[in-house]
């Protein structure tokens, strides 16, 4: 089967600065792929690419073999943004309900959404008087409503008690299984190990594509936090101790 | 544009609408207060045989005026929020078309300006005495038309504002001369040539000569649905222009 996502020499420049040095990748269908990269490396403006909402400045994003940003991915994908883009003067449920019907699902699908990010109790609650942690799970389930083929979550798990981010994992984990691709971006580097492939974005640039042993195993070493200092040490001075972690790797 | 997304679309809008109850309040009553200021002021003028008296001439046009003011700052707050809490990009995701957005504000803001206008008529006629030659369901009809053309403006408009202060500073520039130039203070043919010109232009005027027509005639006049026609016309040129502001893909 086609990949879920591939990109090929994909350049972004916002104003004069060029955020994204033509990257190159593929993410295989079924699997969560990690986003990882520092704060304004270009993660953000990389999913905003895929989801077909970034003016692209060269190369190509083709998502579920078309281009991104189709018309008919608006069906088929469903995306997270970072600040929660949820309807604060709503209740979580006519939130969920709002967008479960732009993909054409019923209450009960809207509800089933509620109850995966666990907002079940806060059903009825208006999504300003939510915290910062609820009001971005109330985000995610209006993204998960439309059980979408492709799911790009942006930093889905920030601000989320341990226990909680762990049931969104194995959640993720399950959508994954039943074929659905995910792309989830972090800066955690504990997150990096719970994903199927690693993507590791620096200064808009990709430095490591491949799965956590992988990337461990280039490295050297068993720590993934070492190993991508290692990974973006070497990138830096263009040898090669992660040869084969690097660029295009797979 | 699909019927069941455009449905829906409105409903959403409606029912952000009615949790801000203070906001339902405000725009209920705050008509009804200043009518009420309108006709005191205007109690103790003698109005002169045969002249339509000076709180019917004034409450008249007003009753066009309040759902084009309140609607269209409501209208490019709400939609100024859809644009920097991120709703829109995500709006623009899903399969929601442009359209349904626009006129689903359209609908949704061009009932709730029907109801303000429908509540503030009925004060006015019970109440106030206000006599119109032609019935208040035309007037209402005006009002609710002014309403959804507030929110064309609206719509545009708020794609030029970064902040609500931004937001707010358009009331005046849209609003405040279409309300000097419609003919309630000076009558149009009394003003200077290049006034006249500009009142031409802008709709406000049109609503404004549609009203007066409802209150001079008993039976619907040519002019007064001409008035109706280019009102419209111009709701729906605003909205087209509100849609080419909408970008699926910004940088």
């Not at chain 1, 970072?82 to 449920?93: G, I």
């Not at chain 2, 809008?13 to 801000?20: A, E, M, S, V």
């Not at chain 2, 003011?69 to 100024?80: E, K, R, Y």
Request: glycine share 10%; proline share 4%.
């Amino acid at each position: 089967m086609e990949d879920a996502i591939v990109l090929r020499d994909l350049v972004v420049d916002r104003g004069r600065r060029r955020v994204l040095h033509g990257i190159s990748c593929a993410v295989p269908r079924g699997v969560v792929a990690g986003l990882l990269g520092p704060s304004g490396s270009g993660k953000t403006t990389l999913m905003r690419a895929v989801v077909g909402v970034q003016v692209v400045g060269g190369g190509t994003a083709t998502v579920l073999g078309r281009p991104a940003g189709s018309a008919d991915l608006r069906r088929r994908v469903g995306y997270l943004t970072q600040a929660p883009s949820v309807y604060a003067d709503l209740t979580v449920r006519e939130n969920a309900r709002y967008f479960a019907a732009l993909h054409g699902r019923g209450r009960a699908d809207a509800d089933r959404a509620i109850a995966d990010v666990g907002l079940g109790a806060a059903a009825g609650q208006l999504v300003g008087t939510l915290s910062g942690g609820q009001r971005s799970r109330a985000s995610l389930a209006c993204a998960l409503v439309g059980e979408p083929e492709l799911i790009v979550l942006d930093e889905p798990t920030v601000g989320q008690d341990p226990v909680l981010r762990a049931e969104l994992w194995s959640r993720f984990h399950e959508l994954a299984a039943s074929g659905v691709t995910l792309l989830v971006s972090s800066h955690v580097m504990d997150e990096a190990a719970r994903c199927d492939r690693l993507l590791l974005i620096r200064e808009g640039r990709l430095i490591a594509d491949d799965t956590p042993d992988a990337v461990r195993a280039a490295a050297g070493v068993s720590d993934l936090d070492e190993a991508f200092l290692r990974l973006i040490r070497a990138s830096e001075t263009g040898a090669g101790v992660a040869a084969g972690a690097g660029g295009e790797a797979s | 544009m699909n019927p069941r997304i455009l449905a829906v679309t409105t409903g959403r809008i409606l029912r952000q609408l009615r949790h801000d109850r203070r906001t339902v309040a405000l725009l209920l009553v705050v008509p009804a207060l200043l009518l009420t200021l309108v006709y005191y002021m205007y109690a103790d003028q003698p109005a002169r045989s045969g002249e339509v008296s000076t709180f019917d001439r004034i409450a008249l046009v007003m009753l066009g005026f309040f759902p084009f003011i309140v609607m269209f700052l409501v209208t490019s707050i709400a939609m100024l929020r859809e644009r920097t809490t991120g709703t829109l990009e995500r709006l623009l995701t899903t399969p929601l078309a442009k359209a349904d957005l626009l006129f689903g504000y359209g609908i949704a803001f061009g009932l709730a300006g029907a109801v303000q206008a429908a509540v503030a008529s009925a004060l006015a006629y019970w109440l106030f005495d206000l006599d119109t030659a032609g019935g208040s369901g035309f007037v209402i009809m005006i009002a609710a038309l002014n309403a959804v053309l507030a929110v064309a403006l609206g719509l545009f408009c708020s794609a030029f504002a970064r902040t609500e202060f931004q937001a707010v500073q358009f009331m005046p520039v849209v609003v405040a001369p279409q309300l000097l130039l419609c003919g309630l203070f000076v009558p149009r043919d009394e003003m200077a040539g290049w006034l006249q010109a500009i009142s031409d232009v802008l709709p406000l005027s049109y609503a404004v000569e549609a009203l007066q027509e409802v209150g001079a005639h008993a039976e619907p006049t040519g002019t007064m649905w001409r008035d109706v026609a280019v009102v419209a016309g111009a709701a729906v040129l605003a909205l087209v222009l509100a849609a080419a502001t909408l970008r699926r893909r910004s940088g």
